[in-house]
């Protein structure tokens, strides 16, 4: 079916109109009306070829919600007319030890991501959600409740299974002494989950404008990373959360940490960190990484998210102005993740 959307044409190129096909319904395929689509940094990143030679075009976009238009013959989940959303990945193997145990994000074979990758006949280009219109497997696809707002709902597709998973991995719980780096698309919903669970959440975040807004968002402290906060907050974690987009130092974080505490990598600026042996042997510390959920977790997310009314903090931009929020958000000036009306396509 014909689709319009915005494309990256090259690297680095400003996006702009585009046209193309989506396929027509399989079996086990669901068509639906993109309603909103969310912004993420990671559009940018691979938009700019920041984590090496990507596809072009490019139609980016994996936090996308809509309206169920059409069912293949085989699909149980959907009916016409019900609210759907698709996150970062749209297919995987479905053999493997991760795919039969619901972690199809660490799909053996790869998962196909959204967007910028090739789908399972390696030749069809995967195209995103900054679009009118998708098709995508059922098993892919994830029930959005009539309770949440809709706009607002799109990120939770990948800023919201993103910090939710590594939030119940790490079974934060009442009084788990939580950090999260960065207040931005992915650290606001994770001060909104960890808050939500009980925990004693603290943002950092080299945007001192942002200290209300953190404690709205559910944050009991917020430090100004450029201030000497190293001593005051050494040992004083849990769990951190580096959710920051950019290059930093690690070590003053990890210092941060408690006995057996983690920092848990989320943010994906391409470059590798310097790790100091010391820091981690004393206090036996952890460093882990968490790429966003398995189809199963991001329904129990979306669960979880309509039982205690959360969604994100949203600003709704029109097509046209894509290119403007991309400069935004790199500024670190969105509030607090910009989602695409996708009427405007
Ligand atoms: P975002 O909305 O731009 O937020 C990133 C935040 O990092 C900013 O709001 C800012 O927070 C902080 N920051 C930016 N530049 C900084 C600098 N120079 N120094 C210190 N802090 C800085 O981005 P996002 O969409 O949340 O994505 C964050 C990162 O996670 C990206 O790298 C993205 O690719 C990655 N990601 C990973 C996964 C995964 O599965 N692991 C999934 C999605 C995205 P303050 O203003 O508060 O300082
Ligand atoms: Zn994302």
């Given at each position: 079916?014909?689709?319009?959307?915005?494309?990256?044409?090259?690297?680095?190129?400003?996006?702009?109109?585009?046209?193309?096909?989506?396929?027509?319904?399989?079996?086990?395929?669901?068509?639906?009306?993109?309603?909103?689509?969310?912004?993420?940094?990671?559009?940018?990143?691979?938009?700019?070829?920041?984590?090496?030679?990507?596809?072009?075009?490019?139609?980016?976009?994996?936090?996308?919600?809509?309206?169920?238009?059409?069912?293949?013959?085989?699909?149980?989940?959907?009916?016409?007319?019900?609210?759907?959303?698709?996150?970062?990945?749209?297919?995987?193997?479905?053999?493997?030890?991760?795919?039969?145990?619901?972690?199809?994000?660490?799909?053996?074979?790869?998962?196909?991501?959204?967007?910028?990758?090739?789908?399972?006949?390696?030749?069809?280009?995967a195209f995103g959600g900054y679009s009118n219109y998708f098709v995508v497997d059922e098993r892919y696809a994830v029930k959005v409740s009539e309770n949440l707002d809709f706009a607002g709902s799109a990120p939770l597709l990948c800023a919201g299974i993103t910090l939710y998973s590594p939030i119940r991995h790490w079974e934060v719980k009442k009084d788990s002494r939580v950090g999260v780096m960065g207040l931005g698309g992915l650290g606001h919903m994770g001060v909104k989950f960890a808050s939500a669970l009980g925990a004693e959440v603290t943002?950092?975040?080299?945007?001192?404008?942002?200290?209300?807004?953190?404690?709205?968002?559910?944050?009991?402290?917020?430090?100004?990373?450029?201030?000497?906060?190293?001593?005051?907050?050494?040992?004083?974690?849990?769990?951190?959360?580096?959710?920051?987009?950019?290059?930093?130092?690690?070590?003053?974080?990890?210092?941060?940490?408690?006995?057996?505490?983690?920092?848990?990598?989320?943010?994906?600026?391409?470059?590798?960190?310097?790790?100091?042996?010391?820091?981690?042997?004393?206090?036996?510390?952890?460093?882990?990484?968490?790429?966003?959920?398995?189809?199963?977790?991001?329904?129990?997310?979306?669960?979880?998210?309509?039982?205690?009314?959360?969604?994100?903090?949203?600003?709704?931009?029109?097509?046209?102005?894509?290119?403007?929020?991309?400069?935004?958000?790199?500024?670190?000036?969105?509030?607090?993740?910009?989602?695409?009306?996708?009427?405007?396509?």
């Amino acid at each position: 079916m014909k689709t319009r959307g915005y494309a990256a044409l090259q690297s680095k190129a400003p996006l702009t109109d585009f046209e193309f096909e989506r396929r027509p319904i399989g079996d086990r395929d669901v068509g639906f009306d993109i309603k909103f689509s969310g912004i993420c940094h990671s559009d940018i990143h691979q938009a700019r070829e920041e984590w090496g030679p990507a596809l072009f075009p490019m139609v980016p976009g994996h936090e996308i919600v809509g309206i169920v238009t059409v069912i293949g013959t085989k699909v149980s989940k959907f009916k016409v007319g019900d609210r759907i959303g698709v996150g970062v990945f749209i297919d995987s193997c479905k053999e493997c030890r991760n795919c039969k145990r619901g972690m199809e994000h660490f799909c053996s074979e790869g998962m196909t991501a959204t967007y910028n990758s090739l789908e399972r006949d390696g030749k069809t280009v995967a195209f995103g959600g900054y679009s009118n219109y998708f098709v995508v497997d059922e098993r892919y696809a994830v029930k959005v409740s009539e309770n949440l707002d809709f706009a607002g709902s799109a990120p939770l597709l990948c800023a919201g299974i993103t910090l939710y998973s590594p939030i119940r991995h790490w079974e934060v719980k009442k009084d788990s002494r939580v950090g999260v780096m960065g207040l931005g698309g992915l650290g606001h919903m994770g001060v909104k989950f960890a808050s939500a669970l009980g925990a004693e959440v603290t943002v950092f975040s080299h945007s001192a404008s942002k200290a209300a807004d953190a404690k709205r968002l559910g944050a009991s402290n917020f430090v100004d990373i450029s201030s000497d906060w190293p001593k005051m907050h050494r040992k004083g974690f849990d769990l951190i959360l580096n959710t920051v987009s950019a290059e930093l130092d690690l070590e003053p974080y990890l210092q941060a940490l408690d006995t057996d505490g983690t920092l848990v990598i989320i943010g994906l600026p391409g470059k590798p960190y310097a790790i100091n042996a010391g820091t981690m042997l004393e206090g036996r510390r952890s460093i882990s990484g968490s790429m966003i959920g398995g189809m199963a977790e991001l329904q129990e997310m979306m669960d979880f998210c309509a039982e205690k009314n959360i969604v994100s903090d949203v600003e709704i931009v029109q097509p046209n102005q894509i290119n403007r929020a991309y400069e935004r958000t790199i500024k670190s000036d969105v509030k607090y993740r910009f989602v695409i009306d996708a009427s405007g396509f």
